[in-house]
């Protein structure tokens, strides 16, 4: 888990007062609004330049013979209706972009963090941790005794492939370059590991893989690890650490401990996480130094630093699939097997459930009353529209209706006009979710937005055809009372009322 | 001639609330094929209401309708919608056409509805608009057409599809006078060139004049008709 998070009891998320969480949440509503708000705009020319195109085709059709011609000119009279009042229809349009943006933003968190939080069945990336302490500190000699367990207690087909490839400690240390002054620009957060474990795949869900990073960022992250395993001291820093620190690539520099009191520890910056990442912030170092560090302790005082017989603070298996993970569980659990401290074992998705715990009435509103209250609202907004266009048209429908449309006929044009802005609007809003932030990525190749030890909050790939069915379904649902009053229409009454 | 509409014994109420208003009693009246009738009483008379529903656009409460061999008072909303399409034309006091179509388009749509070539709706709709004098501006939109060939294309549209009888509601009540005299000079036309029959309501003695009779309406009643001066003219 992240340091920084409820594990190592730095600013955890379930510290944050309700005020601070409406506050950060009213400030990204607004955000959110504002940006799908000029995304709408820009598209804009899109939209009508897509509507411009459909209405071609359409006359294309017009040329051919009946039945399709005919039903292509009656075609035409919806976009003919919907070009009626540009203002109008380009309102409809922006208010469907936001509402259905903020909806595929909205599904695209509740998604990624559902995908997170529910178990693989295969590859089951689990950790062990201390049962009872936060953080958790477990002596480094459970490291070793976990492999020996695994190997000896777990028949051959649950045990990973290798072992040590899929095995991984994290021991976290706290560091600064002023320890007379410590502050957020002077301080370093470092993971220290076995720098195998990125090469083995390990760091994959901090972003370090050839997925997040793109292929020429993974080859400098393993060119970055092999500069790090020439040397103990070399050690990696955040790009955005670096910044905040004053520090770039090259610099050497003394790091104070702070949860490692009266060490010191001589590092030379070889190499840099991407900005943005969710390593941006974050360092890491080898393991070993870490050790040899405290071994320099004891030979400096005579006496073992205070917590080198606690400074694992996580161990991540990488187990072939859930059964293998419960077999390990079981026996992880046993006292005989890790005793003081007493060590749990969860998988990677059921601790993030846990940190989340105090936040699943947001998760749970967010789901049940905001997404389908928004999509009432995009209902009403075109239910609002058409309404006002059908009034508009009362006296045509009538006249339409004494040519002898039938009601069902009137009914449908009314209902496509709604159902071609819904399908425009929602097809360009998801699509500008979804495809911006890759295009955004690719050029710049700054990999995602990632918050704590989240994956990237993206929207899965299905939402592509999700925008444009939602766009349907509520053209269809709004349009659907206007539309049945049209059908309605009384023909001797509106003349009646005319004259 | 025959009698291409006949209505017998009819009755038209309308509810308001627990009100029921009797717009129409116990009225017979046939009109024969080719004539001109003019449908004439104050606001308020029933001239209307008579009009809808011989053209099928409301239905009686008492009595029947016959408009061609067709019972049309029988008849549910859908099967009149049909039955509107190839028997009805009807004009309109404010034209009412669509304002996004063109002159062209606007004649054409009542077509869209039969089972028509594209050669033969092109054939229609040029030969409507030529007979109303519009023939050059089939690409106009209603905005830019004046008033009076606003209600030529309104009567071209209302002509297209060849129907049974033509229903003109107030059609020079909008017009100033050139453009209303030229309006009736056409549906003289097509009674005497085409034969076509034309029910007309109006509140205006001199557009009643050109139809051959004249069919007066109080409250709810025929009180009288007066086939005669506008008949001698038109023959």
């Keep these: 888990m992240f340091p920084n998070a409820a594990q190592y009891g730095q600013s955890a998320p379930v510290e944050t007062s309700l005020i601070e969480l409406a506050l950060y949440g009213t400030v990204a509503l607004i955000g959110a609004i504002f940006f799908l708000t000029i995304l709408a705009i820009i598209t804009l020319p899109l939209f009508f330049g897509a509507m411009y195109l459909m209405e071609l085709v359409i006359r294309g059709f017009q040329n051919l013979v009946d039945p399709v011609g005919k039903y292509a000119k009656l075609a035409g009279l919806v976009f003919r209706s919907l070009r009626r009042n540009l203002l109008r229809t380009a309102l409809t349009y922006i208010a469907l972009f936001v509402l259905t943006g903020m909806l595929t933003m909205l599904y695209g968190v509740i998604t990624t963090i559902g995908k997170m939080t529910t178990d693989q069945e295969n590859s089951q990336l689990v950790i062990m941790s201390e049962k009872f302490g936060i953080p958790s500190m477990m002596k480094p000699g459970y490291a070793a005794n976990l492999k020996g367990l695994m190997r000896d207690k777990l028949p051959k087909e649950m ?340 004259a | 001639m025959s009698a291409i509409v006949e209505v017998r014994d009819l009755y038209k109420s309308f509810s308001r609330g627990d009100e029921k208003i009797d717009v129409l009693m116990d009225l017979t009246l046939d009109v024969q094929e080719g004539e001109f009738l003019a449908l004439m009483g104050p606001s308020g008379s029933g001239k209307t209401t008579l009009l809808n529903l011989i053209a099928g656009l409301d239905s009686p409460t008492e009595g029947t309708i016959r408009v061609g061999d067709q019972i049309i008072s029988e008849k549910s909303e859908s099967e009149l919608a049909r039955w509107r399409t190839r028997n009805v034309g009807f004009v309109f006091q404010f034209y009412n056409l669509l304002p996004v179509l063109t002159a062209y388009e606007n004649v054409e749509l009542p077509l869209l509805l039969l089972q028509l070539s594209k050669a033969q709706r092109k054939k229609q709709v040029e030969n409507a608009l030529s007979l109303v004098g519009l023939g050059d501006r089939m690409t106009h939109r209603p905005g830019q057409l004046s008033g009076g060939q606003c209600q030529r294309v309104g009567i071209a549209r209302a002509i297209v599809t060849d129907p049974t009888i033509v229903v003109c509601d107030e059609p020079t009540g909008a017009l100033d006078a050139k453009s209303a005299n030229d309006a009736l000079n056409l549906l003289g036309l097509l009674r005497s060139e085409l034969g076509k029959t034309i029910l007309m309501v109006t509140h205006d003695p001199h557009a009643a004049e050109r139809a051959q009779r004249i069919v007066q309406l109080e409250k709810g009643r025929l009180v009288g008709g007066n086939p005669l001066p506008a008949l001698a003219r038109l023959n």
């Design chain 1, 159 to 498: 045990q990973p492939a290798d072992i040590d490839q899929n095995f991984m400690t994290w021991s976290f240390v706290g560091g600064t370059l002023d320890p007379a002054k410590m502050t957020q620009e002077n301080s370093l957060f470092l993971f220290a590991l076995d720098p195998d474990a990125v090469t083995n795949g390990m760091m994959k869900e901090q972003g370090l893989n050839p997925e997040d990073l793109g292929e020429d960022g993974w080859a400098e992250m393993m060119r970055i690890i092999d500069l790090v395993k020439q040397d103990k001291r070399n050690i990696v820093v955040g790009a955005d650490r670096l910044e905040k620190i004053g520090k770039k690539v090259g610099d050497e520099m003394k790091l104070f401990g702070t949860n490692y009191k009266d060490i010191e520890f001589e590092c030379k910056i070889v190499g840099a996480f991407p900005p943005g990442s969710r390593m941006g912030m974050n360092a890491a170092m080898r393991f070993d130094y870490l050790i040899a560090k405290l071994d320099d302790y004891r030979a400096r005082t005579g006496k073992d630093h205070p917590v080198a017989d606690r400074c694992l603070n996580l161990v991540w298996v990488r187990m072939p699939n859930k059964a293998a993970y419960q077999q390990l569980a079981a026996v992880v659990a046993e006292p005989s097997s890790f005793s003081n401290p007493a060590t749990k074992m969860e998988t990677f998705s059921a601790a993030i459930g846990s940190f989340l715990e105090p936040f699943k009435d947001i998760f749970w509103g967010l789901k049940v009353l905001i997404m389908p209250a928004i999509v009432v609202i995009m209902c009403l907004v075109i239910g609002i529209t058409i309404t006002i266009g059908v009034r508009e048209r009362w006296t045509e429908m009538a006249v339409m209706k004494v040519m002898g449309f039938q009601p069902w006929q009137i009914m449908t044009m009314i209902v496509s006009e709604a159902m071609l802005i819904g399908t425009f609007g929602g097809m360009l809003s998801t699509w500008a979710v979804y495809f911006l932030p890759m295009a955004i990525r690719s050029i710049t190749k700054a990999i995602g937005v990632k918050f704590a030890f989240f994956d990237t909050f993206h929207s899965p790939w299905e939402i592509v055809l999700y925008g444009p069915l939602l766009g349907i379904l509520v053209g269809l649902i709004g349009s659907a009372l206007p539309a049945w009053n049209a059908r309605k229409v009384k023909v001797s009454e509106v003349f009646a009322t005319v």
